[in-house]
């Protein structure tokens, strides 16, 4: 069984699996924590600052972000303190003056209370730069079609030389991820865009489905679903189904539909 | 696209993903900029996403994804450099170049840059052309500095 240490969070002991974050720990209890950076799936790569809370107890009294800080035996966290909701406001006041047409980012504020900014570009860009959408095509997908580039002020994400991508396979998990819609997929019959505030990134055909004939993916998407799930067990993606006519035949238990899962099923995934 | 000379150096580094800057500094000295062609051959061969190099190359200042000039000059704009006028010796380059701060002439001749305190601020205002560093400048003195790297 994995080792597990003893915190306190905003006065309530906690037990936590160790190598967990402080986020991930009060999130399992049912504290919360504000949060645009974090996904469940993704490695925390702490942009947002959002989770900042007063740490003390086993390490030295400080304010640090809670999603990257790992528990530790004896550790005392308090999340909503006068001086961490002061930060707050101000973190938030910043993100509005950046992105004040995100409904995630005005809900946010609006819950601490913030309503304006001094900080307004006069600009509007959805995009918190949190990093999730690069994060996701790196680490999970793995085709490396997303980067951040420039300095500061001027920093943004997007593609290689700044074109359409050659390496994106139009899965969509970026605009999947986005905490603020700022990549958006679009699919127009059998055609999909991928786009940022102001770059188109990807255009693609979408493959039809075998049985109902409606478009529904990428060819390059399905050829790295064939390459990542099935050929490692010796199986080969032969004929394309959506995953409505996927379940749709999985559900029904007519034995002629059973009859055309199992011949699905097997064009699915016929062996080498 | 000049793959010999990318051969070369990527030859006098080990293939480590680690040596993408040194890599580019190479690429930069040697074609004055990184050219994409060759930022995407280099990329296959040390297996370094396109995207991760594509982000180091717009990270750095060093770093120029445009063709530079043959001649680099960079003008101080430190504070006392700033105090003593530099703003009047960029404007004077500017209209003498008759181009931005940033760009490259046309005939690839010049370009123009400024950059933070070079650590001459006894020289101040200074001006770095290629590695000559050029001290109490005036507004005067920019014809006859540039007079000396035109051909």
Redesign the interface.
Known sequence: MAKMVNLIINGKKIKATAGSTVLEAAQKEGIYIPTLCHHNALDPEGTCRLCIAEFSGSIRDSVRISCIQEVKEGLIVETETKRINKSRRLILELFLGRAPEATAVINLAAKYGVTKSRFMTGESNDCILCGRCVRVCRDKIGVHALCFINRGPARKITTDFERLSEYCIGCGACAHVCPTGAIKVEDKGDQRKIFTWEQVTARFTLERCEHCHKPFAPKRYLELINKKAYNPKGLELVDYICPECFKKHDRVSDKRREGALRKAVNKWSVPR | MDLKAVNEILSQFPEERGNLIGILHEVQNYFSYLP?AELRYISKKIDI????I??VA??YNRFSLAPKGNNQICVCMGTACHVKGSEKIMNELQEKLQIQKGETTEDLLFSLDEVRCIGACGLAPAVVVNEDTHGLVKPKMVGKILSKYKP
Do not use: A, L
């Open positions: 994409e996403p396109i995207t991760q594509y982000s717009n990270f």
